[in-house]
């Protein structure tokens, strides 16, 4: 029998080399959603042990758009390192990346730590500020196709971030228009409303979600809400800018 440390070291060495590989549940058909989480760890554990830094956490499929275009219906998390943020303004290798998509989130800082069944009231009162964000995704799997458990040990499909400029707490995302751009020609229209009807409860699942896996948001943890529209895919060339209203630009070129 495979065991979870070996699946986490596939993925783990799908993600630092950059090749696609086959679904983890053709192999292990009954894959649970429990041990997909478990493979998550260790992947990350793997990548603490070379030094990367914990940075946080990322909800995953917390929009209508992002479950329809990957045909999995259900919230999911994964786990952010230093090693996958980027400098906003800056550029990304295509080269680091087996397919890898684009999509505009909100990001929250937490101040305060923040776990289990809280309040949108409390868990904003633990927020530092909150940011217009960028994440990149890129399953490592073959031809971006993946159930359920298979993205989940795969970290959610997370690989990259970018994050713009921080807003105090208070200011309203609930519903904030966003306008993606690709060499100035638009490619997604959104708005933050569509994460789940408002961030923040994005940020109460986050809470309730790490909890479960005995966890919580740290300070200095950021948080990201999930993506507002479909992901968009990355090729060499391509300058993105994403525009949120009231929040600012994040924008990134795309190198070889
Ligand atoms: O919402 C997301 O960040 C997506 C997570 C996994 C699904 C995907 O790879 O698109
Ligand atoms: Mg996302």
Redesign the pocket.
């Given at each position: 029998m495979t065991s979870l440390a070996a699946l986490a070291a596939i993925v783990d060495e799908a993600a630092s080399s950059a090749t696609a590989v086959p679904q983890l549940t053709e192999t292990i058909t009954d894959l649970s959603v429990d041990d997909a989480y478990a493979v998550q760890a260790l992947s990350i554990a793997r990548r603490r042990a070379r030094g990367e830094r914990r940075a946080g956490y990322?909800?995953?499929?917390?929009?209508r758009a992002?479950m329809q275009?990957?045909g999995?219906s259900e919230i999911?998390w994964?786990r952010l390192t230093d090693a996958m943020r980027l400098t906003e303004g800056g550029e990304l290798s295509r080269a680091r990346y087996v397919h890898p998509?684009v999509?505009p989130e909100i990001a929250y800082i937490i101040g305060r730590p923040l776990a289990g069944e809280v309040s949108a009231a409390e868990a904003l009162a633990a927020v530092e500020a909150i940011a217009p964000a960028l994440?990149i995704?890129d399953?490592r799997y073959r031809d971006?196709k993946?159930t359920l458990p298979d993205?989940i040990a795969d970290n959610?499909?997370?690989s990259g971030f970018f994050v713009g400029s921080w807003a105090r707490p208070s200011a309203d995302v609930s519903n904030l228009g966003i306008l993606m751009e690709v060499d100035g020609r638009p490619v997604q229209i959104g708005s933050s409303a569509a994460i789940l009807g408002n961030p923040i409860r994005s940020l109460l699942a986050a809470a309730r979600l790490v909890a479960r896996a005995g966890e919580r948001l740290e300070p200095g943890d950021i948080v990201?809400a999930?993506?507002a529209t479909a992901?968009h895919p990355l090729t060499p060339g391509q300058h993105i800018r994403t525009t949120f209203q009231a929040l600012g630009i994040v924008a990134f070129t795309v190198i070889t």
């Open positions: 990322k909800m995953g499929l917390t929009s992002k275009q990957v999995v999911i994964g998509r999509e994440e995704i399953s971006f993946f993205v959610s499909s997370s990201l999930g993506g992901a």
